[in-house]
């Protein structure tokens, strides 16, 4: 399986490397092999490994998403019992919704999830100038893809991605084959490559991406209501300022940031505390958060037309909320 994915030339450098070191091939030349594997995609240009330091942890919320990959998880680290079993191996999961509400976090916890590396698909790195090179570069990333799996493929603004595929002329026909490459190797791969695709706006997205098998769920972010807004502010104070965490007025503060996203809110908390240390104040107050809460413009203020655009093609979808109804 280490072998995977890589073309004759890449296997041949591989076993020369082992060869040369102790005559063979065994379980103790693994990390060389990884290593390997790692300079090919940095080399390829087209794919990114992710370093990961993100866990669950540090989403808050989305129960829903986190619970339904934990279960993920557990069948990919147990995966040949779980075959044998029956169970099929999981292909991925799309997350859309909200900007700002979590999805690149949870792709990323994913990755630490599973124990398994992050490979990070651009398709503005896939996009070729010359005829056929953007296809090639596409079967290259899906076969590094492979070479590298055990992994989470996380492939993000999948909307700018596959946006126009179907269409007619010049570059959508471009878009279209590079779709219809991905659909196709979605449909067939059976390696441990888990794909994870966050959306913000999918309207513009082929139908058929969305049918029911392409993805084993399709969920759907929202922005955090009360209770999650709490738990955001606090994890956010937690990490910087937990000393100070129980004087603060937590759902005064979670009150006043309705609509406010989590990208939002950690801007809050930023602020907040950054302005109390300029100010030479030896405690965060909420007054402090209040004052920054001020001095900042939500996305859902920002883009209030887009968003509300969005918001009705979400519920006009039915796809499953990320996050537990309270």
């Known amino acids: 399986m280490h072998l995977r994915g890589l073309s004759e030339t890449e296997i041949d450098n591989i076993l020369s490397l082992a060869v040369s ?146 269409a007619q002329g010049g570059s959508s026909e471009v878009t279209t084959r590079l779709f219809g490459s991905f659909l196709t190797w979605m449909q067939e791969k059976d390696s441990l490559a888990f794909v994870v695709a966050t959306a913000n706006n999918i ?35 937690g990490k910087r300022r937990s000393a100070d965490l129980a004087k603060i007025d937590i759902p005064a503060l979670a009150r006043k940031m309705k609509g406010y996203c989590g990208a939002d809110i950690e801007s809050v908390v930023r602020d907040g505390i950054e302005a109390a240390f300029v100010a030479g104040k030896a405690h965060v107050t909420t007054e402090d958060m209040q004052a920054a809460i001020g001095r900042t413009h939500p996305i859902s203020e920002t883009m209030k037309d887009a968003i509300e655009e969005m918001d009705k093609t979400y519920k006009s979808k039915k796809f499953t909320n990320a996050s537990r109804e309270e």
């Open 203 to 237: 309207s513009h997205l082929p139908p058929e991406l969305m049918r029911k098998g392409r993805f084993d769920e399709i969920f759907y972010v929202d922005f955090p209501n009360q209770s999650k807004r709490e738990k955001i502010i606090s994890l956010h104070i």
């Open 21 to 166: 070191d102790d005559g063979q091939l065994d379980a103790s030349d693994l990390p060389m092999v990884l290593r390997q594997k790692q300079q090919m995609i940095k080399k390829s240009g087209i794919l990114e490994m992710v370093t990961v330091k993100e866990t669950v942890e540090d989403i808050g919320g989305l129960h829903n998403l986190k619970d339904w990959l934990r279960t993920k998880a557990q069948i990919f680290r147990d995966v040949r019992r779980a075959k044998a079993f029956g169970v099929d191996i999981p292909k991925g999961v799309l997350i859309a919704g909200m900007p700002g509400c979590g999805k690149s976090l949870t792709a990323k916890a994913a990755a630490s999830m599973f124990r398994v590396p992050l490979l990070r698909m651009d398709m503005g790195r896939l996009m070729g100038k010359y005829v056929g090179e953007s296809e090639a570069n596409m079967r290259r990333a899906l076969q590094l893809t492979e070479a590298s799996s055990p992994c989470v493929l996380w492939i993000d603004e999948l909307e700018k991605a596959f946006a126009g595929a179907g």
